[in-house]
């Protein structure tokens, strides 16, 4: 059972950058493809980002794009999100997930999550 957990997140201004980290445990995220979503109150989650399992590809959602940047580090069982030129708007609680089905995207094709982090962004 792979457990995940998200780190990094806080209070920044608008304009400024937020690194997430997620680390895992309970197993080896080199053979996931590994995403980042986030939700807001009253919301569905929203789909940041996702890399495939050996980094080759990355896909963002269209409100990050340019802006985020998803990576991976195997052999350090991690998977970061870098949020440059912060909005109000990137205001959310980001969550990172694990899937074992190749080119993952939706929510559904998700299979191990973590429990969040927060990051707020004021204005």
């Known amino acids: 059972q792979v457990q995940l957990v998200e780190s990094g997140g806080g209070l920044v201004q608008a304009g400024g950058s937020l690194r997430l980290s997620c680390a895992a445990s309970?197993?080896?995220?080199?053979?996931?493809?590994m995403g980042w979503f986030r939700q807001t109150p009253g919301k569905e989650r929203e789909f940041v980002a996702r890399i495939t399992w050996n980094g080759g590809m990355t896909t963002y959602g269209d409100s990050v794009k340019g802006r985020f940047t998803i990576s991976r580090d195997n052999a350090k069982n991690t998977v970061l999100l870098q949020m440059s030129s912060l909005k109000p708007e990137d205001t959310a609680v980001y969550y990172c997930?694990?899937?074992?089905?190749?080119?993952?995207?939706?929510?559904?094709?998700?299979?191990?999550w973590g429990q969040g982090t927060q990051v707020t962004v004021s204005s």
């Open positions: 997930a694990a899937s074992s089905l190749r080119f993952a995207i939706r929510e559904s094709d998700f299979r191990f």
């Open positions: 309970g197993g080896t995220l080199g053979s996931f493809d």
